[in-house]
């Protein structure tokens, strides 16, 4: 490039905000540079990457635009910040500055770290490529790919600041770092197997560290294929593996973790293997391969396979499934020329249940005895647990169902400015939230905060994730259930730091969660339907059939389900027949002998139960609609006790599957007779809510069942009649209101079946639908909109 005369010439200074730390940025604006021949420099601080360039304002402004839309493949560039500074005439050269320390950023903007992200094609190549230097090593990763946002430990991102600071690179590894022209330049966590982190095969609690490297791999993978239980070290955590097509091996893991019959993911060894076990189509294939790669829910194959026996998810027309996502995993599973080995493994969190998910070495010897024959570890520290992420496509489009690595923590972009603030979710699939401005950063998954392991786990993340987004809380969020022990945190920490608590609606919140990730900024309400298995009502009955006529600053209660007993509160959870009894007592329905629900009840637990009915003891009434999926799926035969969250309500839509007919949002094509809700209003005026009676369902399903119809039938027939019922109720509110725009939540919506046929039903009928793609309609998204609803600022 022609140099420039110094009347052209000028130098600018550019703030660039947003994931631009780990992801090779400073070495692109590097290259970029000596692209367009200029000068100066570029470094990271707390507020992202800042770089002065001086050259013909041709050349500057050219990189100015191209510092944006030409950014590495993992950033997320927020802002581009540019200001004239005064020539320097400074022909030295271009150069990258060692990172500002975190105090001297301007405190106008904050670094967005990336999340963990799956071993790129460049590296699996030099992974299975004899002749590179890093060929076998379990520990491959570069400026595109591999662990971020479980290593870092504060910012500026740079290695001091991450788990692989007590890893001194050797000198081929700080040559790669050091090289502008290099894939690995000042990528922090480069390695090699002369001075990377070191694999270890240990037997047991005490015992010593039997094998290393290459040989505790080739144990490892010897042992799997021999039916042992072995424990994982990974990214985020620990899993427990063991070869999916061994059933011995699958009864084992599952009888020593008290799974029940919860379904296990797997971990497949190619696109290939997957697509012989399940149908995969374009999105599902995108989501498989892509650099997330979350585990992915697909619609097993009919015929048996031998590589995933049966028993890995018993009853269940859906496989959890993911492709190996770093380079151990890879190994595991076998480079071209290895020894024969399982082609797919049996890949559960490593932990307890109920506990959350190890990542100290030390306690994994401890917390998982008992559990895994062997552990295969490594020596690079985890900072914060990372479980893998859980996703399905509905309608064509991703449904979030757990959203943790390579999802968190890359921040959401909200529609209103809020206060500097951290909202604490629920108590199921807890998820917190911490944001700030117009972004929320959602955390990892946290868990079931229902034992001392998981709190501590919650308090560790909330205090890590604040640091990295510099987000200083002035507001805690909590729901308004006070025996939430998310809530009980919140309030003692709200008194402990002299910070103001704000409590939210549970279903009002999962509505504000839906309007946020659609960007609606709450001048216009929606009707929100909020269906799930637990909400405190403000009345303080159980609520979860909802339907909210609702913006962030309030709600009506426009409709809900009519309320029922709830005999014995978490005993009729655990056992949905106790739900089928109370339901149809509630309909004058008799308990007949003939009906699958009165059978597998006890005979004195059916007197106990019709007496506590008859006196309401310990029934809190319950709107749930979570609950009615429970007591149709009892009613019907296809489960009575449960073993896992949500297990009959899931087990209704697999019979619903398997029933031939019309989708649950077509109309009766005369095949299948319809169940129908009553929708009525109670004394009290227009401002009274709708009640749905589902009386004449449970009259018409129990009919079906004493005549002889199968399961799957009933089960259809209930799905086509909650779609009907979603349909009606919006119909009226629209009547009532004007309002035309729908939000489909709770966790409910995370059933396929469901939520395409209301989708689709409302869409006919003219309403625009919002169904979750960002954030999970469970409790997983709850954080979000409980920052909405009490947060906000006005603009």
């Known amino acids: ?124 190549t030099e992974l299975a490529d004899p002749a590179d230097r890093r060929h076998r090593h379990p520990f491959i990763t570069c400026t595109h790919c591999g662990p971020r946002f479980t290593v ?56 010593p560290d039997t094998r290393h490297d290459e040989d505790a791999l080739a144990e490892a993978r010897r042992l799997l294929a021999d039916g042992a239980v072995v ?38 060894d190619s696109l290939e293997t997957v697509q012989r076990l399940a149908y995969v189509d374009e999105a599902e294939q995108e989501l498989l391969t892509g650099p997330r790669k979350p585990v992915v829910l697909l619609r097993r194959r009919v015929s048996a396979s031998p590589e995933v026996v049966s028993g890995v998810a018993p009853g269940s027309p859906d496989l959890g499934v993911m492709l190996p996502y770093t380079p151990l995993h890879r190994l595991l599973l076998g480079l071209p020329g290895d020894p024969p080995g399982p082609p797919v493994l049996v890949m559960t969190s490593g932990n307890r249940s109920g506990e959350p998910i190890v990542t100290d070495d030390e306690e994994a010897l401890t917390r998982l005895d008992g559990l895994a024959d062997a552990w295969l570890r490594h020596d690079r520290p985890i900072h914060v647990p990372c479980d893998d992420s859980v996703v399905r496509i509905c309608a064509g489009a991703e449904l979030p169902v757990r959203r943790s690595r390579g999802y968190a923590p890359l921040p959401l972009a909200l529609p209103l400015p809020v206060l500097p603030a951290l909202a604490v979710g629920g108590d199921l699939k807890n998820t917190f939230c911490a944001a700030d401005d117009r972004y929320a950063w959602l955390s990892a998954h946290v868990g079931d905060m229902d034992d001392l392991a998981t709190l501590t786990a919650f308090a560790k993340a909330t205090a890590h994730l604040t640091d990295l987004t510099t987000v200083t809380p002035r ?163 296809v489960c009575h006790r449960v073993e896992y969250e949500a297990e009959a309500a899931m087990r209704l839509e697999n019979a619903a599957l398997d029933a031939p007919g019309p989708d649950p949002g077509s109309g009766d094509d005369g095949r299948e007779r319809a169940y129908g809700f009553i929708l009525g209003a109670e004394p009290g005026g227009p401002a009274t809510p709708l009640i749905a009676d589902p009386s004449p369902v449970l009259a018409a399903a129990a009919e079906d069942v004493l005549g002889g119809a199968p399961a799957p039938t ?74 909405m609803v009490a947060a906000r600022t006005k603009e």
Request: glycine share 12%; hydrophobic share 40%; aromatic share 6%.
């Open 1 to 124: 490039m022609t140099p420039a005369t110094p009347q052209d010439r000028i130098r600018r200074h550019l703030t660039v905000r947003g994931a631009v730390q780990g992801v090779g940025f400073r070495p692109f604006v590097y290259t970029l540079a000596e692209e367009y021949g200029l000068t100066g420099w570029v470094t990271n601080d707390a507020d992202g990457v800042r770089t002065e360039v001086e050259g013909p304002a041709a050349a500057v402004d050219a990189f100015t635009d191209a510092i944006g839309t030409r950014a590495p493949p993992l950033a997320v560039v927020e802002s581009v910040e540019p200001r004239a500074v005064p020539v320097l005439n400074d022909g030295s050269g271009f150069t990258i500055r060692p990172s500002a320390s975190a105090s001297s950023g301007t405190g106008t903007g904050r670094t967005l770290i990336p999340p963990d992200t799956a071993t790129c094609d460049a590296c699996l």
């Open 152 to 207: 870092v430990t504060g910012l500026p991102y740079d290695r001091p600041r991450t788990t692989m600071s007590g890893f001194p690179m050797c000198p081929d590894c700080a040559r790669e770092y050091a090289d502008p022209a290099d894939r690995r330049f000042h990528a922090q966590p480069i390695a090699c197997p002369s001075c990377g982190p070191r694999l270890t095969l240990c037997r047991g609690p005490g015992g």
């Open 231 to 268: 424990a994982v070290k990974g990214i985020g955590g620990y899993h427990l593996a063991c070869a999916a097509g061994d059933p011995a091996a699958v009864r084992t893991l599952r009888k020593r973790k008290n799974r029940g019959g919860k379904p296990f993911a797997v971990l497949a």
């Open 475 to 637: 507001l805690l969020v909590a729901d308004r259930h006070p025996g939430y022990r998310s809530t009980q945190w919140a309030r003692r920490t709200a008194e402990e730091r002299g910070l103001p608590l704000r409590q939210v609606q549970h279903h009002h919140a999962h509505v504000a969660s839906t309007m946020a990730e659609h960007g609606l900024d709450g001048t216009a309400p929606v009707i929100g339907i909020a269906f799930d298995g637990t909400g405190y009502g403000d009345d303080g009955a159980v609520w979860g059939g909802e339907v909210l006529i609702a913006d962030y600053d309030g709600f009506q209660r426009f409709a809900h389900l009519r309320y029922v007993p709830l005999p014995g509160g978490d005993a009729a959870v655990r056992n949905p027949y106790r739900m089928a009894l109370s339901h149809l007592r509630a309909a004058h329905v008799p308990w007949s002998d003939g009906l699958p629900c009165a059978a597998i009840a006890p005979p004195g637990e059916r007197r106990l139960l019709e007496r506590q009915l008859e006196r309401g003891l310990n029934c809190v009434p319950t709107s749930s609609m979570g609950r009615l999926f429970d007591a149709v799926s009892s009613l019907a035969g």
């Open 714 to 787: 009933v089960a259809r027939r209930f799905h086509r009649a909650v779609t009907g019922l979603v349909r009606d109720v919006c119909a009226a509110a629209r009547q009532r209101t004007g309002i035309a725009t729908v939000a489909l939540t709770g966790g409910v919506f995370c059933n396929a079946l469901l939520t395409e046929g209301c989708s689709a039903g409302l869409a006919e009928d003219g309403f625009t639908v919002l169904r979750h793609r960002k954030v999970p309609p469970n409790d997983g998204g709850l954080a979000l909109g409980q920052l």
